[in-house]
């Protein structure tokens, strides 16, 4: 991680509390390349916002999977989904949380939307795979755009690919 070059935005939210790392045999490591879940977005989420899981504990979640949020993430999503932060998915006509999946860079943008300032412009998007931003997650993207927390790679966003943990702590970083 010394020489990652997410390392500055890692340590500061590390320092912030924000995200604590994975612990492995080695000992605690941040695992920048690794893809995060919902679930682990969401308490990352609420920490940046500065808020307390704890405060959440009696907040009732309707997702049809809740038996399969690992009880560490549990107040990261109660408190995004009761600010309306978190929404889920329709699965079968069922809501779902899908805590413990990876996150697409177009879901943690649209999370990331909802919680960033308002009034950013909306940039027209040019990359060459804008046409792949789902129309759910257009506005958002725009404004991140706009805002510059969003820039790319090699004039592309990868909207659906898995976002990892380095580029969520840049964009946290990058909306402070």
Same mark, same amino acid.
């Given at each position: 991680?010394?020489?990652h070059?997410?390392?500055?935005?890692?340590?500061?939210?590390?320092?912030?509390?924000?995200?604590?790392g994975v612990? $492995?045999?080695?000992?605690?490591q941040?695992q920048p390349e690794k893809?995060?879940t919902r679930?682990?977005?969401?308490?990352?989420?609420?920490?940046w916002?500065?808020?307390n899981?704890?405060d959440?504990a009696g907040?009732?979640?309707?997702?049809?999977?809740l038996?399969?949020i690992?009880s560490?993430?549990l107040?990261?999503?109660k408190?995004t989904?009761?600010l309306?932060?978190?929404k889920?998915?329709l699965?079968g006509?069922?809501?779902?949380s899908?805590?413990?999946e $990876?996150?697409?860079r177009?879901?943690?943008?649209t999370?990331l939307g909802r919680?960033?300032?308002?009034g950013?412009?909306?940039?027209?998007?040019t990359?060459?795979?804008?046409?792949?931003?789902a129309g759910w997650?257009q506005s958002?993207?725009?404004?991140l755009?706009?805002q510059g927390?969003?820039?790319?790679y090699d004039?592309?966003?990868?909207?659906n690919?898995?976002?990892?943990r380095s580029e969520?702590a840049k964009?946290?970083?990058?909306?402070?």
């Amino acid at each position: 991680m010394t020489t990652h070059w997410a390392r500055a935005y890692t340590t500061y939210l590390y320092d912030m509390g924000v995200t604590n790392g994975v612990e $492995t045999t080695e000992g605690l490591q941040f695992q920048p390349e690794k893809n995060i879940t919902r679930g682990e977005f969401a308490l990352m989420v609420t920490r940046w916002m500065g808020l307390n899981p704890d405060d959440y504990a009696g907040v009732e979640l309707p997702f049809a999977d809740l038996a399969s949020i690992p009880s560490w993430m549990l107040g990261g999503m109660k408190a995004t989904y009761s600010l309306g932060i978190l929404k889920g998915s329709l699965e079968g006509g069922q809501l779902v949380s899908r805590a413990t999946e $990876t996150i697409s860079r177009a879901e943690a943008m649209t999370i990331l939307g909802r919680i960033q300032p308002k009034g950013y412009p909306l940039a027209a998007l040019t990359f060459n795979d804008a046409a792949s931003v789902a129309g759910w997650a257009q506005s958002h993207v725009q404004s991140l755009v706009g805002q510059g927390v969003i820039s790319g790679y090699d004039n592309q966003l990868r909207p659906n690919d898995p976002v990892k943990r380095s580029e969520v702590a840049k964009m946290l970083y990058a909306i402070l």
